[in-house]
């Protein structure tokens, strides 16, 4: 798909013409002019509810396994805080609470993370790539064995990836690509292993006391979920060269 959109664009600069805008570019396939047709006009309108500009829209997801759901938090450039606008239910995730270490190990990834790429040809109609493994993942798994190509995608089966059916990707694909037709760069993404209030990371610390890996793991998520409920600003997520995250 990116070679597509770059000989794409470099035969408008041939020609003198201004180069198509990334939504225009993504309207060449047919799955993303359907979920236009049938998501744009919502989106425009919560846009319009919370005060958003279209041309200026940034955005940002949590995910929560447990809970089964991705929350959809936008801003403008020029708002210092996200405000929460959507939520998408998940209708399938594999696994447990935990991270993924391995390939096969049916594990929906938690850490710190970005849509790396979109995939308007999925077998699972849409799709949006989570750069997994990210640099902790690859210091704390199972070398050679990690595993790629995790998938927020449509239908509603998972081996791995978070599935929220078709008609929910439809939206949340229409979502990204106006963040970046907009100018964002990267859509950063948290994936937790529940809603880490106090209660609910006082009971995972009860159950998983002893499992090192995943309470360290919790640890840093848990700042970064308590800074970003006080907040409303994702925080900066530092990877370290033992696995573990400095998050201010």
């Known amino acids: 798909m990116r070679l597509y959109i770059i000989l794409f664009s470099s035969f408008f600069l041939i020609l003198g013409m201004d180069s198509p805008s990334f939504r225009e570019e993504q ?36 995910a929560f396994k447990t809970e ?6 936008a801003k403008n450039t020029s708002d210092s805080v996200f405000a929460l606008i959507k939520e998408f239910p998940i209708c399938d995730i594999s696994g447990e609470v935990g991270p993924k270490r391995r390939y096969r190990d049916l594990q929906v990834p938690e850490g710190f993370y970005h849509i790396s ?9 849409l799709s949006m790539q989570i ?44 979502w990204c690509i106006e963040a970046y037709n907009s100018g964002q760069e990267k859509i950063d993404l948290t994936i937790f292993p529940a809603h880490l209030n106090d209660k609910v990371y006082a009971g995972l610390k009860t159950r998983y006391g002893k499992y090192k890996d995943e309470m360290s793991l919790w640890g840093d ?22 696995g573990t995250h400095a998050v201010n």
């Open 27 to 62: 309207m060449a396939f047919t799955r993303v002019r359907e979920a236009y047709a049938g998501k744009e006009k919502s989106v425009i309108k919560t846009l319009a509810a919370h005060s958003i500009s279209r041309d200026s829209l940034r955005i940002y997801l949590r």
């Open 221 to 242: 998520l848990k700042k970064s979920y308590d800074l970003f409920e006080k907040t409303k600003v994702p925080p900066t997520v530092t990877f370290l060269t033992d």
């Open 68 to 73: 089964k759901k991705i929350e959809l938090w």
């Open 117 to 125: 790429d979109l995939n308007p040809f999925s077998k699972y109609y």
């Open 131 to 174: 750069n997994y493994p990210n640099a902790s993942d690859s210091l704390r798994g199972v070398k050679g064995h990690l595993g790629n190509f995790i998938f927020i995608h449509g239908e509603c089966v998972s081996s791995g990836c978070i599935a929220i059916t078709n008609d929910k990707i439809k939206e949340l694909f229409v």
